[in-house]
């Protein structure tokens, strides 16, 4: 059916645009950070919420949830 084709591209998308993240993190990750940027302290409940945001199995409301709270958090420091 037209869906699974579709839901299949958009699959395949996401897994492209992971992959492509992923790489850009390591292709910059010796580069020095600009004096702009402050680093936030990583503490498991970081760690945890990052891992949740990368993940593209993340339910939609779920996203929303730990993408609001790690922005409270950035805004609080």
């Known amino acids: ?3 699974d ?3 299949k591209i958009l699959t395949h998308k996401s897994k492209m645009h992971q992959d492509d993240l ?3 993190g390591q292709a910059v990750q010796s580069l020095p950070l600009s ?3 402050l680093l936030m302290k990583q503490t498991n409940q ?3 919420i990052n891992t949740i945001l ?11 949830f730990y993408f609001d709270r790690i922005v ?3 805004i609080e420091r």
Request: no cysteine; proline share 3%.
């Open 5 to 7: 084709r579709i839901q």
């Open 46 to 48: 970081i760690m945890g």
């Open 22 to 24: 992923m790489r850009l």
């Open 72 to 74: 409270s958090m950035l």
């Open 35 to 37: 004096r702009n940027v």
């Open 54 to 64: 990368l993940n593209p199995a993340t339910h939609r409301e779920d996203f929303i």
């Open 1 to 3: 059916m037209v869906s």
